[in-house]
């Protein structure tokens, strides 16, 4: 059973106190949350996949998708603050944040966040028009979920994984390649794992003042997420097992693509054990940039699928 640590915290006194006097320009940074913005990575499955990694047209043009859903995520990151700021000062670690402890004032954030909206938009459109449409899409579905779609439940981690699709889709426009319904189905269910144990993560945090932090969690109940959270994690590796055994993808890559099974298995196992074990979940990007050996099993699996589509034929 997690430990709760919301009591070791003075949440309404300290909010403010607990944020350091950094120039605002580095608070705002923190407020994008960099850190996050590994999540679109995922952008970059369509140029591998697609074997338009040597193509350097294709390479920029994804760079540029990146940078572009980078703009965004920020700027959505600042408004969900900003919607959030009340609660968050009464939040164990999300009082510490720069707008909830009042270093940055709301209109700052506003003002950046339609800053990188445009920013954003007007890279994705100009790259191409459908590119544009995907960019646009995210946004208004995020934007959805920091106002409404998490207050439904289910809906609202069904949410989280459709905007992981849509970074998908968004790689594979960029470079032009076609979208394969496998790689929907695949991201689909692992961003799912993902939000489901987040969910899991926050309710066993804050235990009993886990609702006035996130109303939607007393929709929840860690024998429910538990549940979810097996369905999805059968579903997520058999679908991948799937994937590369179709006739489709062998055609395409051969019959190789099987010997990278062992990678997803070890890489899901190891996040339910730091889950389970280790009370972790609450940040995929910093599970991904701290423990080593998911670190490892996520970075030798990319370059083992890059070996086999780009082996010599």
Same mark, same amino acid.
């Given at each position: 059973?997690?430990?709760?640590?919301?009591?070791?915290?003075?949440?309404?006194?300290?909010?403010?106190?607990?944020?350091?006097?950094?120039?605002?320009?580095?608070?705002?940074?923190?407020?994008?949350?960099?850190?996050?913005? $590994?999540?679109?990575? #995922?952008?970059?499955?369509?140029?591998?996949?697609?074997?338009? /990694?040597?193509?350097?047209?294709?390479?920029?043009?994804?760079?540029?998708?990146?940078?572009?859903?980078?703009? #965004?995520?920020?700027?959505?990151?600042?408004?969900?603050?900003?919607?959030?700021?009340?609660?968050?000062?009464?939040?164990?670690?999300?009082?510490?944040?720069?707008? %909830?402890?009042?270093?940055?004032?709301?209109?700052?954030?506003?003002?950046?966040? /339609?800053?990188?909206?445009?920013?954003?938009?007007?890279?994705?459109?100009?790259?191409?028009?459908? /590119?544009?449409?995907?960019?646009?899409?995210?946004?208004? *579905? /995020? $934007?959805? =979920?920091?106002? #409404?779609?998490?207050?439904?439940?289910?809906?609202?981690?069904?949410?989280?994984?459709?905007?992981?699709?849509?970074?998908?889709?968004?790689?594979?426009?960029?470079?032009?390649?076609?979208?394969?319904?496998?790689?929907?189905?695949?991201?689909?269910?692992?961003?799912?794992?993902?939000? *489901?144990?987040?969910?899991?993560?926050?309710?066993?945090? *804050?235990?009993? $003042?886990?609702?006035?932090?996130?109303?939607?969690?007393?929709?929840?109940?860690?024998?429910?997420?538990?549940?979810?959270?097996?369905?999805?994690?059968?579903?997520?590796?058999?679908? =991948?097992?799937?994937?590369?055994?179709?006739?489709? $993808?062998?055609?395409?890559?051969?019959?190789?693509?099987?010997?990278?099974?062992?990678?997803?298995?070890?890489?899901?196992?190891?996040?339910?054990?730091?889950?389970?074990?280790?009370?972790?979940?609450?940040?995929? %990007?910093?599970?991904?940039?701290?423990?080593?050996?998911?670190?490892?099993?996520?970075? *030798?699996?990319?370059?083992?699928?890059?070996?086999?589509?780009?082996?010599?034929?």
């Amino acid at each position: 059973m997690a430990r709760s640590t919301s009591s070791k915290v003075p949440l309404s006194s300290a909010a403010v106190a607990a944020a350091p006097g950094w120039p605002t320009a580095l608070n705002l940074i923190v407020s994008v949350r960099p850190g996050q913005w $590994t999540k679109n990575l #995922l952008i970059f499955a369509g140029l591998l996949f697609g074997r338009r /990694l040597f193509n350097p047209a294709a390479v920029f043009a994804a760079v540029v998708a990146f940078v572009a859903f980078c703009a #965004l995520s920020g700027a959505v990151y600042l408004v969900n603050d900003v919607l959030d700021r009340e609660s968050d000062r009464r939040h164990p670690l999300k009082a510490r944040r720069p707008i %909830a402890s009042g270093a940055i004032s709301v209109a700052t954030a506003v003002g950046t966040a /339609l800053g990188l909206v445009v920013m954003g938009l007007a890279a994705s459109f100009a790259l191409n028009i459908r /590119l544009g449409v995907v960019a646009a899409a995210y946004l208004a *579905l /995020l $934007t959805l =979920y920091s106002g #409404l779609l998490k207050h439904i439940v289910i809906i609202d981690v069904l949410t989280i994984a459709l905007g992981f699709v849509l970074r998908a889709v968004a790689g594979a426009v960029a470079v032009d390649v076609e979208i394969s319904h496998w790689l929907l189905v695949c991201t689909i269910l692992l961003a799912l794992f993902i939000a *489901l144990a987040k969910r899991r993560h926050e309710l066993l945090l *804050l235990t009993g $003042t886990a609702t006035s932090h996130r109303p939607i969690l007393s929709e929840y109940t860690p024998y429910l997420l538990d549940q979810m959270i097996g369905v999805v994690t059968a579903s997520t590796l058999i679908a =991948y097992v799937f994937y590369t055994i179709s006739p489709e $993808t062998q055609m395409k890559f051969g019959p190789w693509l099987g010997l990278t099974i062992p990678f997803p298995l070890y890489g899901i196992f190891r996040y339910l054990y730091l889950v389970h074990q280790r009370e972790g979940g609450g940040s995929p %990007a910093d599970l991904l940039l701290t423990d080593r050996p998911l670190l490892a099993s996520v970075a *030798l699996w990319a370059l083992l699928v890059a070996l086999i589509i780009y082996r010599p034929l």
